[in-house]
């Protein structure tokens, strides 16, 4: 911390105007309160936000901020 205010933050958190603010409850590091960079379990990163596997379209579970599995007869593209 500066005298100014903080100068960086905690993993889970994101500096705004030398001020520490929690990251949405998804995420588990971000750019800002609308940008995640890492998903908690079961989440995928998807445009910068993080989404549950359940809503992802043929995804059957999440690790590591990508899809880890599909349904039958889908794969996974290099991205998750």
């Given at each position: 911390m500066t005298q100014t205010g903080c100068?960086?933050?905690?993993?889970?958190?994101?500096?705004?105007?030398?001020?520490?603010?929690?990251?949405?409850?998804?995420?588990?590091s971000c750019l800002n309160e609308n940008k995640c960079k890492s998903c908690k379990e079961n989440y995928v990163l998807k445009?910068?936000?993080?989404?549950?596997?359940?809503?992802?379209?043929?995804?059957?579970s999440a690790s590591n901020s990508k899809c880890e599995k599909c349904k039958v007869v889908y794969k996974l593209n290099d991205s998750g």
């Open positions: 100068y960086e933050c905690k993993e889970g958190m994101y500096l705004s105007n030398y001020e520490c603010h929690n990251c949405p409850n998804e995420c588990l445009e910068q936000k993080c989404i549950h596997y359940k809503q992802i379209e043929h995804c059957k």
